[in-house]
């Protein structure tokens, strides 16, 4: 059975919902979310985040286990066994993120500023009504991760491709996926730092309300903001400072 997925509006690639999870969970392992030797989410909260059936989920972790992605064992949590999945994947985005994490930083953030805006303008007047209440359950699964790095940014990729290809230009929305997508490894460590995952919470619920709103300058104007703090996260955390700003001037 071919499901349509809204965050890739993936039904065109005439994949199976097991199949269109299995290239998820293959995704968060190249792009550094999951690392190897992690503990996979619980099927249930697996399914929790990715808005589809535990058995979905179950068959597309068995797909991952024949190919030696993951490794599971009775009575324990799943985890990633292999990181080397590239080519494995099929593509979602230009480029893989090897090739995107070879730009510097202020390039990327410039893009991200000039291009996401547009495209998250597009997105606020086309999103439907399924995919705003799939945003505001995506936002209480997050509260639900509030203390654990992983699982959230796991929530927040679902989040922001939902977006994403909720807009009229997929060309676009694929260049804008490869920028999100870029030091997501270093975001895994800025998310861990005290009141990091707060603040995109925050973030994510302006950009929530806007697009409730049906209203593109808020959008922007919140995905401008989300867009700052992530640079300013992403700096400190390369310059090794210990510690996050404060919500009031960014994080």
Not at 130 to 151: F, H, T
């Given at each position: 059975?071919?499901?349509?997925?809204?965050?890739?509006?993936?039904?065109?690639?005439?994949?199976?919902?097991?199949?269109?999870?299995?290239?998820?969970?293959?995704?968060?392992?190249?792009?550094?979310?999951?690392?190897?030797?992690?503990?996979?989410?619980?099927?249930?909260?697996?399914?929790?985040?990715?808005?589809?059936?535990?058995?979905?989920?179950?068959?597309?972790?068995?797909?991952?286990?024949?190919?030696?992605?993951?490794q599971v064992s009775q009575g324990a949590r799943t985890?990633?066994?292999?990181?080397?999945?590239?080519?494995?994947?099929?593509?979602?985005?230009?480029?893989?993120?090897?090739?995107?994490?070879?730009?510097?930083?202020?390039?990327?953030?410039?893009?991200?500023?000039?291009?996401?805006?547009?495209?998250?303008?597009?997105?606020?007047?086309?999103?439907?009504?399924?995919?705003?209440?799939?945003?505001?359950?995506?936002?209480?699964?997050?509260?639900?991760?509030?203390?654990?790095?992983?699982?959230?940014?796991?929530?927040?990729?679902?989040?922001?491709?939902?977006?994403y290809y909720a807009s009229s230009n997929r060309l676009?929305?694929?260049?804008?996926?490869?920028?999100?997508?870029?030091?997501?490894?270093?975001?895994?460590?800025?998310?861990?730092?005290?009141?990091?995952?707060?603040?995109?919470?925050?973030?994510?619920?302006?950009?929530?309300?806007?697009?409730?709103?049906?209203?593109?300058?808020?959008?922007?104007?919140?995905?401008?903001?989300?867009?700052?703090?992530?640079?300013?996260?992403?700096?400190?955390?390369?310059?090794?400072?210990?510690?996050?700003?404060?919500?009031?001037?960014?994080?």
């Open positions: 059975m071919t499901v349509p997925l809204s965050p890739l509006r993936e039904s065109i690639h005439k994949q199976t919902a097991k199949e269109l999870i299995r290239d998820k969970l293959v995704a968060l392992i190249a792009s550094g979310i999951l690392q190897m030797g992690d503990e996979i989410p619980s099927e249930r909260e697996l399914a929790s985040m990715l808005s589809v059936s535990r058995e979905t989920v179950r068959g597309a972790i068995q797909r991952l286990a024949g190919e030696g992605i993951v985890r990633v066994a292999k990181v080397d999945v590239n080519i494995a994947a099929r593509r979602i985005g230009i480029a893989n993120p090897s090739a995107i994490n070879g730009y510097d930083l202020e390039a990327v953030h410039g893009a991200r500023l000039l291009v996401e805006g547009a495209t998250v303008r597009d997105a606020a007047l086309r999103m439907s009504e399924a995919d705003i209440g799939r945003l505001k359950d995506s936002l209480e699964v997050q509260r639900a991760s509030k203390d654990d790095p992983v699982r959230f940014l796991i929530c927040d990729r679902e989040f922001h491709l939902t977006i676009l929305a694929d260049f804008v996926v490869d920028l999100y997508t870029y030091m997501l490894d270093h975001r895994r460590a800025a998310m861990g730092k005290p009141g990091a995952i707060a603040q995109s919470l925050l973030d994510h619920e302006a950009i929530v309300s806007a697009l409730s709103n049906r209203d593109p300058d808020g959008v922007a104007r919140a995905f401008h903001q989300h867009i700052v703090r992530i640079y300013d996260t992403t700096v400190a955390l390369s310059a090794g400072e210990p510690h996050v700003k404060s919500p009031a001037n960014g994080s």
